[in-house]
């Protein structure tokens, strides 16, 4: 996992500086790895909402949305809403590393 890479990188780092992780590098560390996971499937949790709220039924399906989305706004359409997102889950997920 993303987080357990870097997790091994912040180790080594922290043995040749002859310490242990901090809690706030386990923060961060979580904290990024969230910000990766989130980044990565944020377009799909976008898409299954909008299949969610399709009362018109407008959608085929998740790669439908996803294009549709895709061929009206582009890359930035699939990210549309992400910071509120990455907010909530990166936060969160960070302090259940503190503990």
Do not use: H
Request: charged share 20%; with cysteine.
């Amino acid at each position: 996992t993303v987080y357990e890479n870097i997790r091994v990188l912040v180790e080594k780092i922290a043995l040749k500086r002859n310490r242990r992780i901090t809690p706030l590098e386990f923060f961060l560390m979580g904290a990024v790895a969230k910000a990766c996971a989130t980044i990565t499937t944020y377009p799909i949790q976008l898409a299954q909402t909008k299949l969610r709220a399709d009362k018109k039924k407008q959608y085929k399906g998740t790669l439908d949305v996803l294009a549709k989305i895709f061929s009206k706004s582009g890359v930035k359409g699939l990210y549309q809403g992400v910071t509120a997102k990455l907010w909530q889950t990166v936060i969160t997920a960070a302090f259940q590393f503190l503990t």
